[in-house]
């Protein structure tokens, strides 16, 4: 009696799957603390990669040379401006948080200002309110401190890894278009989904940011408004936060200006945050991030909320990157597995 032999191939394959997620799951716990070095050296190559393999490939630049190269631009237009930032910040929220009688005064004026007008007086504005504000700001600041050290540490990370994907640039895309199990129409359209993500959104928000909070700052210089220069980083870096954005930093600020008696300004203020500052958003949206990508707002609302959470800042590259991944999936497996042509979904 002859007994039919089981074939072990699927099952082979399902033990080598299930070993190499095991070995990536222990390698991914054990180096979390250097992940966002490596997304930011990912970053950074999509960003560099066309120009580096023009340097390297048509006009025959040493790759290590240039790798160098980029490096260096790193430093001097990303690494340094970012160093000078913090430098900046750092002492002058100190210094800030540490004057508690002009933080109680100005309260004081702002609790007085909003005590009779309809829905400003809802808000709470007592005086554990504000104790209990100005505790859980400064426990913030010993966390600050170590994520300067994390980011600082993952800077050289990033640069390092860098170095070796540009030089290892061709090699390192062939292993992986290999490595995918898809057909060519597939891998062609996860790298542009990658790509335009990452394009968008590592120069989109960095313009952004920077062009609200210089002209934020020119505003509140303009009105007479104190510690400008610190208020216009922080409103540039608040055009992060998703459906607020810079309101979060002007909207409570011309309220102070209100509070403290000078009308002209907070009227002047307010009429320039909700026009000019408010309304470069807008305008930068459908003109220069435009030509950069034209990425759905949902997904780069609820993008943004996924990777900070997940990734801290690099989540603003990231988050919405793995939101469209649903879709770009979802086209993947049309294409491998359905009937007919690919699903649209644009």
Known sequence: MRYKQINNTPINQIMLILIILLICVLIFNNLLYYLPGFLGAVTLYILYRSSYFKLTED?????????????????????????AIVDYLIPQISS???????????????KVFMSDKPLLREIDMSDEALLNLLQRLTKYIPSILNSVMEVGVNILVALFVLYF??????????????????????????????????????????????????????????????????????????????????????????????ASGEMGNGIGLTLYCFLLVGGIDNILRFTILKTLGNVPPLITVFGVLLGLKMFGMLGLIFGPLILSSVGVLVKVYSNEYGKGNALDLD
């Not at 800030?96 to 702002?110: A, E, G, K, M, Y």
């Not at 542009?192 to 394009?199: P, S, T």
Request: one cysteine or more; hydrophobic letters at 50%; proline letters at 4%.
């Open 59 to 83: 006009r025959r630049w040493n790759r290590a040379l240039a790798s160098v190269l980029y490096i260096l631009i790193s430093i001097v237009f990303i690494v340094l401006p970012i160093w």
């Open 96 to 110: 800030f948080l540490n004057n508690t009688d002009q933080i109680v005064t100005q309260f004081n004026q702002v």
């Open 165 to 258: 994907m540009l030089v290892h640039g061709r090699k390192m895309e062939d292993y992986i278009r290999r490595a995918l199990p898809f057909s060519e129409t597939s891998k062609n359209e996860i790298w542009a989904e990658v790509d335009l993500m990452v394009r968008s959104n590592a120069i989109g928000i960095p313009i952004l940011g920077v062009c609200q909070g210089l002209v934020a700052m020119f505003g509140y210089w303009i009105f007479g408004v104190e510690n400008y220069i610190l208020l216009g980083i922080l409103t540039g870096a608040s055009s992060i936060v998703p459906v607020l954005g810079t309101m979060t930093i002007y909207i409570p600020l011309c309220i102070t200006v209100f």
